[in-house]
């Protein structure tokens, strides 16, 4: 037993080895899991998995050199020799990750959640982590995926990564095709599984919404057998995902809404503000009162799941609410800032980490809920491509037209072939430029800046808009002011 003081190791060699059906000889403690050898820790167990561009054996003698106390290995080693005693032999590395995972969800007595869906995953997964925290006999007890490890190796890396006195795990999970939601929830084995909507995301390997539908639902093929199945009241796929959990033998649906008074868990009075919202809900026959941290209708609806998940694992509702109350943006998804420079001042709203029609249309959202900070500010968009969206790309992108006309936009800038269809459906309306490099898009949007500009930066992953929130970020000169410059905008 370790000592009042000294934190059990999350695995030994002996377990990984017992987990795994592998060949181990020399016993050690691991404090962690690593599948790059950029990111070991000492203490780690290095995973070699053989990924499409590059093979984890490739790096096992790197990752042994940083500190990893072990490595998982199954195939042609580069910097070590076959007989170290540091390695774990097993006939299929990533079976043997599935593994691992298997046993530490097996270890584990506390409740599970699982969340998937066509837009918030992440940051439903973040305000559950932050609502139970406060639940839980003390915060490290409460695991969840980091970032958006929420595929066919992101679930299990989370899983092995989960202590064995875990009182509550929140896993994301995502699909990029059908068929692979399933094997990932029958892994988790979720308590709870929510899916917060279904939308047209990588509409392009599916026949229709509906085809999105059915892959979401594949969810609830791991949910345990009293767990529950928590439901968007308001997305139209209402029906058949409830139909679907029925047929997956779930016995209890608990649904949310923000406009569907008829749900389990709904809105009773709302005040939704440019920064946050405040509302009293009903929580299946509980009434809580409390405020959400994050601005805009879809966080709305998402701390209603939020709660509704809550409340189906037993956590306290109104240490819960407390909780929401302190959310703020993630990097990518949602994060707010102000930038302070010598000639003027603006904020940021970033939304670079990927985009769909649902999410796009909750940022622009966001955006229309906020003035611009000076007469002189105006609402800015750079919008990228929405990618994997198939036959109906331009259609999707054109539909944004109404939205930004809602919003007010002042002025759009857009980044690649597939926005074009949305400037087309602008024109004459909003000021428009268009790119397809976004080096030329970075400038043109710095050279253009006014005083009290908001600017919403979102776009798919793949364009990388990322540098762009970076780019305007770097221009902060908060630091000079500081120190004894003088910006004249400082009174604005």
């Not at 299990?156 to 939601?181: C, K, Q, Y």
């Not at 009293?280 to 998940?309: E, Q, R, Y």
């Not at 331009?394 to 690649?416: C, I, Q, S």
Request: include cysteine; aromatic fraction near 4%.
């Amino acid at each position: 037993m370790p000592g009042k003081n000294q934190q059990a190791p999350l695995w030994t060699t002996r377990e990984v080895a017992l987990a795994t059906s592998g060949k181990h000889m020399r016993d050690a403690e691991i404090s962690g899991i690593a599948i790059d050898s950029r990111e070991v820790a000492p203490g780690d167990l290095f995973f070699a998995l053989a990924g499409a561009e590059s093979d984890g054996h490739r790096f096992v003698g790197q990752a042994l050199q940083a500190g990893a106390a072990a490595a998982v290995v199954s195939g042609v080693l580069g910097g070590v020799e076959a007989n170290d005693p540091r390695l774990i032999w097993v006939d299929d590395s990533l079976v043997a990750l599935n593994d691992l995972a298997g046993a530490a969800r097996q270890r584990m007595a506390g409740m599970v959640i699982a969340v998937t869906g066509s837009a918030g995953k992440t940051g439903v997964k973040e305000a559950l982590y932050n609502a139970l925290s406060a639940s839980a006999t003390a915060p490290a007890l409460v695991h969840r995926s980091p970032r958006s490890f929420n595929n066919h190796v992101g679930v299990p890396v989370s899983l092995a990564r989960m202590p064995a006195d875990t009182e509550f795990g929140i896993f994301e999970i995502g699909m990029n095709a059908p068929g692979e939601i399933g094997p990932l929830s029958r892994l988790v084995r979720p308590d709870v599984a929510m899916i917060t909507n279904v939308g047209p995301a990588h509409a392009a390997a599916f026949a229709n919404e509906e085809a999105i539908a059915d892959a979401k639902a594949e969810i609830f093929e791991g949910l345990t057998a009293a767990g529950t199945a928590i439901l968007n009241l308001d997305n139209r796929h209402f029906q058949q995902l409830s139909r679907a959990a029925k047929d997956a033998g779930v016995g209890q649906i608990l649904s949310f809404a923000a406009d569907n008074m008829g749900a389990d868990v709904r809105p009773l009075r709302l005040a939704a503000l440019a920064t946050c919202s405040c509302m009293t809900a009903d929580i299946d026959g509980v009434s809580l009162t409390f405020k959400v941290g994050m601005p805009g209708d879809h966080w709305i609806i998402n701390s209603l799941g939020v709660l509704a998940a809550v409340h189906a694992v037993g956590g306290d509702l109104s240490l819960a609410g407390m909780a929401l109350s302190s959310m703020t943006g993630l990097a990518g998804r949602g994060e707010q800032f102000k930038v302070l420079t010598s000639r003027l001042a603006f904020t940021v709203i970033d939304e670079s980490y990927n985009a769909n029609p649902l999410s796009m249309k909750a940022a622009i959202g966001v955006l229309a809920g906020h003035w611009p900070a000076t007469a002189q500010g105006r609402r800015v968009a750079v919008l990228g491509d929405m990618e994997e969206l198939g036959e109906d790309t331009v259609v999707y992108h054109e539909a944004l037209a109404k939205d930004l006309k809602r919003a007010g936009v002042h002025v759009l800038l857009t980044l690649g072939p597939a926005m074009k269809a949305l400037a087309r459906a602008v024109a004459g309306k909003i000021a428009i430029q268009t790119f397809d490099d976004i080096d030329q898009l970075m400038a043109a949007l710095v050279r253009g800046l006014h005083p009290g500009d908001l600017i919403l930066v979102k776009g798919s992953n793949a364009l990388g808009l990322g540098q762009v929130v970076e780019g305007l970020r770097a221009l902060d000169e908060r630091e000079e002011m500081d120190s004894g410059g003088k910006s004249p905008l400082v009174a604005a």
